[in-house]
């Protein structure tokens, strides 16, 4: 945590913040378990889409470890799928990144939009996909 010597309020540790949004999409890519690294305990994400079923199991996420466990599963119902950064930007305890994914041949993108904590842990997501990639 860094402090302001002129002030009392805290921001986030810039490297820290930096790292998570560099792993970001490795973790959605790869490996679930980065989410226990980069995610603060009481993480949360809100998509504002559903699984393909309907159901929308990210509702009940309400820690990192809750986070690792669904990104197993999500990797398991969605093999193949290929998240890629195009532009990111972390303005003191918040963050951006626009993305595309590559699902079955078919690219969309979208934003996911951060807080941080103290730390630069991720306390907070929402991510909003859309139908077309964000390079164009």
Request: charged share 30%.
């Amino acid at each position: 945590m860094s402090e302001d010597a002129n002030t009392t309020t805290t921001t986030p540790t810039r490297s820290v913040a930096r790292h998570a949004l560099d792993v970001w999409l490795t973790m959605w890519n790869s490996d679930g378990s980065i989410a226990r690294q980069i995610c603060a305990d009481d993480f949360r994400i809100h998509f504002a889409v559903t699984e393909r079923d309907g159901s929308t199991p990210a509702d009940e996420i309400r820690s990192a470890d809750g986070f690792a466990k669904y990104l197993d599963w999500w990797h398991e119902q969605n093999p193949g799928v290929a998240f890629t950064k195009i532009d990111d930007a972390i303005d003191g305890a918040h963050g951006r990144l626009l993305w595309d994914v590559d699902m079955d041949g078919h690219q969309a993108g979208g934003v996911d939009v951060f807080d941080f904590d103290e730390d630069g842990r991720i306390r907070r997501v929402w991510s909003v996909g859309g139908q077309r990639s964000m390079r164009t």
